[in-house]
């Protein structure tokens, strides 16, 4: 029998209506269309204006289930990544399986920030492998927008709100995830973080009127350490499976900053032809970010296509996932 691989069967992804455009950030906080644009690639993102992460999960998975035909009492298990949860508990994922009806799956919620979907994809996938299970959903979702400061216009005009989600299955055709590398280093916590709202700094009045319970970066380290470090995974994930960049047909990049996605596709030898990029549209979405990028892109995508899912996020968190695209739509 050959070896269990986990490939993606089927994927989905869920923004909301409104849209928030630079321009209209411009009417909020001192800053312009050039100045968003020339710094981040963005143009817009969408906003969630009624509702929490698990509504926009729920629309992605209900609609990953339907198109893949996949009754919702056949999921196994559920990893969602996010660090916008409806509650510290229960687990946003719990509560997308009760809105979803996949009621014989148990799920957890995994927190990557950025980097959650690799990591939380690279779980999925061993519970397929083991042979264990037989079908994972792994989500990617992020209400950045109920954790942003719209007076510091370092980090509003960067975020924005959405879902994706895959369909993770068994395949004995050689298909489907071949080799994650994933990284973690805790001192870049002082450079991206959300400081209040847990253990070391509980909700108090001091930390609500201190404005602790939004996104604090300090944009140059962390871009430093981004295009270093998601430039470098990737051209060693490629390395380590003896791929050129003739052999690689998509990167698939953390859409955070346009500088930095170039600056990866520069490190492995890509033209931009082979890259997703999305990020005008959506913003950054954190753990929505690559689910929303095959979902975008799924219809160029065929079935042998070796893809590179490169991610880099706060705490600091980073990899990269070499798959297989197993299926042609």
Request: net charge negative; with cysteine; aromatic share 8%.
């Amino acid at each position: 029998m050959n070896k269990i691989t986990a490939a993606i069967t089927g994927v989905q992804g869920y923004v909301p209506e409104h849209v928030l455009s630079n321009e209209d950030l411009a009417k909020i906080v001192d800053t312009s269309d050039e100045w968003i644009t020339t710094r981040t690639g963005i143009k817009e993102r969408r906003i969630m204006k009624n509702g929490a992460s698990s509504d926009m999960a729920a629309e992605a998975v209900k609609a990953l289930l339907a198109k893949t035909n996949t009754d919702p009492l056949d999921i196994d298990l559920v990893v969602l990544a996010t660090v916008t949860p409806d509650y510290p508990f229960p687990s946003t994922a719990n509560v997308l399986c009760d809105k979803t009806g996949m009621t014989n799956a148990w799920g957890f919620d995994l927190i990557a920030a950025c980097s959650g979907f690799i990591y939380a994809l690279s779980t999925g996938a061993q519970f397929i492998e083991t042979g264990r299970y037989k079908k994972v959903v792994v989500v990617g979702v992020d209400k950045m927008t109920s954790i942003l400061d719209y007076q510091d216009r370092t980090t509003c005009v960067i975020f924005g709100d959405g879902a994706g989600a895959v369909l993770l299955e068994p395949n004995h055709d050689g298909l489907g995830i071949q080799d994650f590398i994933l990284r973690s280093d805790g001192s870049g916590r002082e450079y991206l973080v959300q400081p209040a709202g847990g253990s070391v700094n509980p909700p108090t009045h001091e930390t609500v009127e201190n404005r602790m319970h939004f996104v604090k970066q300090e944009g140059k380290q962390v871009f430093k350490f981004a295009v270093t470090n998601m430039a470098e995974v990737s051209a060693e994930i490629m390395d380590k499976n003896n791929l050129s960049s003739e052999d690689v047909d998509w990167l698939v990049p953390h859409q955070a900053n346009l500088r930095i996605i170039d600056a990866t596709a520069d490190r492995m030898g890509l033209p931009k032809e082979k890259v997703m990029i999305n990020i005008q549209k959506y913003g950054n979405t954190t753990a929505g970010t690559l689910p929303l990028c095959l979902w975008d892109y799924e219809k160029q995508l065929k079935k042998g296509d070796n893809l590179i899912l490169s991610a880099f996020g706060g705490g600091f968190t980073w990899g990269a996932v070499y798959l297989k695209w197993a299926y042609n739509s």
